[in-house]
C-alpha cells in the first residue's frame, strides 16, 4: 500500500520523532511504500496568501505553487498523521497544510452545494498524536482534532475508508515507561496496517 505519513513538529528531538520513527519503520518492514512529509523539515509554507485564496475555489489554477504536495497525496491510499495536539488541535502548520493543500478539485468538487469525495483511492487514515491533558478533558471538549480526521477528512475519502486514533494522553506528565508503551503500541497497531 502507497502510505503517505504527514509529520509536524518543529523539534528533531521530539518525542513525536520518535512516534513518526516507529510509525515508518513498522510500516516499511510490512512492505508498504512510504511517502514520509516532514512538513518543518520540508519547509512547507502553511500561509495562504490573498491571491492563493483569489485562485484557491478555482480547480484549473488553485496547485500553483503546491503541485509536488498534491501529486504526493493523490499517490497515497493510506494517511497516516503524527504530530502533537497544541490547544486541543493540530499545529498551525498541519492546519496551513490541509487549508493550502486540500482544494477544490483535488480532494472534492462542489456541484450546486453537494460535496463529492475525490480522493477515493484513499482506504485508511490513522493520527499518532500526544496530548497533554487526560483522555476525559479532551473528550470533554469534543476532540476537535479527532472530529476534524475522522468527519471532515474521512468524508472526501474512498467508501468505508477506515480510521485510527491513537493518542498518549498526558504527556505534560508522561514517564520513559508510559512514553514506552505507547511506542510499543504504536508499533503493534502499525504493524498490522
Known amino acids: 500500500m502507497k502510505i503517505l505519513v504527514v509529520y509536524c513538529h518543529p523539534r528533531a528531538d521530539s518525542y513525536a520523532a520518535a512516534l513518526r520513527d516507529a510509525v515508518?519503520?513498522?510500516?516499511?518492514?510490512?512492505?508498504?511504500?512510504?511517502?514520509?512529509?516532514d512538513l518543518y523539515a520540508e519547509g512547507f509554507r502553511p500561509v495562504m496568501d490573498a491571491d492563493e485564496r483569489g485562485r484557491y475555489n478555482d480547480p484549473a489554477v488553485n496547485r500553483q505553487g503546491i503541485e509536488d504536495q498534491i501529486e504526493r497525496l493523490l499517490r497515497a491510499e493510506a494517511l497516516v498523521f503524527v504530530y502533537p495536539t497544541w490547544w486541543y488541535g493540530m499545529p498551525a502548520m498541519l492546519k496551513g497544510w490541509f487549508d493550502r493543500v486540500w482544494a477544490p478539485g483535488v480532494v472534492f468538487d462542489i456541484n450546486g452545494g453537494v460535496i463529492r469525495p475525490l480522493l477515493t483511492g484513499v482506504r485508511h487514515v490513522a493520527a499518532v498524536t500526544t496530548m497533554g491533558a487526560p483522555w476525559w478533558f479532551a473528550w470533554f471538549m469534543g476532540h476537535p482534532g479527532r472530529m476534524f480526521l475522522s468527519r471532515g477528512v474521512r468524508a472526501v475519502c474512498g467508501r468505508g475508508c477506515r480510521f485510527t486514533?491513537?493518542?498518549?494522553?498526558?504527556?505534560?506528565?508522561?514517564t520513559p515507561e508510559t512514553r514506552a508503551r505507547f511506542l510499543a503500541k504504536i508499533r503493534n497497531a502499525f504493524g498490522r496496517f
Request: hydrophobic residues 45%; proline residues 0%.
Open 24 to 37: 515508518c519503520t513498522t510500516l516499511a518492514a510490512r512492505g508498504h511504500a512510504v511517502d514520509l512529509l
Open 165 to 174: 486514533w491513537l493518542a498518549h494522553d498526558r504527556m505534560d506528565s508522561s
